[in-house]
């Protein structure tokens, strides 16, 4: 499969996620309390939301089968099969969530057919060390999929341990000589902290500036997957700490092959 078009299925089941695990939330809401304005207007701008998601997924168009089926979710049949007046709210909500399903099928049953057709990406060829290539291969791989399932501290402790080791790699690529020349300090890079990398490695020029964005309980991930006694209580790790940890790795990748 083109990476691009890889990329695009990820983040479309990415969004897909997200709506279907908002709208059980607010499904469970409206089912304890029918009249909840709160919950209703919720459930407007989420439904909102589906249909933006839906209309890029259907290219915007409107006789799509995803575009019809949203459609058709917000109506009720008469035994005659005429459309009638809308639906109610929490059924509505259940049925805007069996057409998030069929895309969430429809776009895994196109990326397993790709799987079969061409084999994965080698996304870190560029690796220097090459028993380290398959073990962080593997590794995005586990990272992807826990964030797809909502796992974000599981995601952000395996993306940070997979930029710690590649460039970790390329600092060791470049040899201990020349980046004390660039200002790093004494000793050995195995002994270095996590923050010390990747400043070594943006001062040698091997990365820019894109590890700035890390958030803070990225680069405390190590005390969370340590657990040193010794240390503060470990961040909480959102949503949005495990993606923007993911982007931040896409970039320092891109960083150390440019011609990816």
């Known amino acids: 499969m083109d990476e691009n078009l890889r990329s695009q299925i990820e983040s479309y089941l990415s969004q897909l996620d997200g709506l279907i695990r908002r709208g059980l939330q607010i499904r469970d809401t409206l089912a304890t309390d029918a009249h909840n304005a709160s919950a209703i207007a ?18 915007g168009s409107k006789a799509h089968w995803l575009a019809r089926s949203f459609s058709e979710a917000f109506l009720v049949r008469s035994s005659a099969g005429g459309a009638l007046e809308g639906a109610p709210a929490a059924e509505i909500i259940t049925r805007l969530l069996d057409v998030l399903g069929q895309a969430v099928r429809s776009l895994s049953g196109m990326a397993a057919s790709a799987s079969l057709e061409a084999p994965a990406p080698r996304r870190f060829e560029f690796v ?43 600092l060791q690529h470049e040899g201990l000589n020349a980046l004390v020349v660039s200002g790093a300090p004494a000793g050995k890079i195995a002994n270095w902290s996590f923050e010390t990398r ?5 001062k040698a020029g091997l990365i820019r500036g894109g590890c700035a964005r890390l958030p803070e309980a990225a680069r405390r991930y190590r005390d969370t997957s340590n657990g040193d006694e010794g240390c503060a209580s470990p961040p909480t790790v959102s949503e949005r700490d495990a993606r923007v940890a993911g982007q931040v790795l896409q970039v320092v990748m891109r960083d150390l092959n440019p011609g990816r």
């Open 42 to 59: 919720t459930a407007r701008a989420w439904q909102e939301d589906c249909g933006v998601t839906v209309n890029q997924l259907s290219g």
């Open 128 to 170: 220097h060390d090459p028993e380290l290539r398959p073990v962080v291969e593997q590794a995005y791989t586990d990272s992807r999929r826990a964030l797809e399932q909502g796992a974000y501290q599981q995601a952000l402790l395996t993306t940070c341990g997979i930029l710690e080791a590649i460039v970790t790699d390329a």
């Open 198 to 202: 990747l400043a070594v490695a943006e």
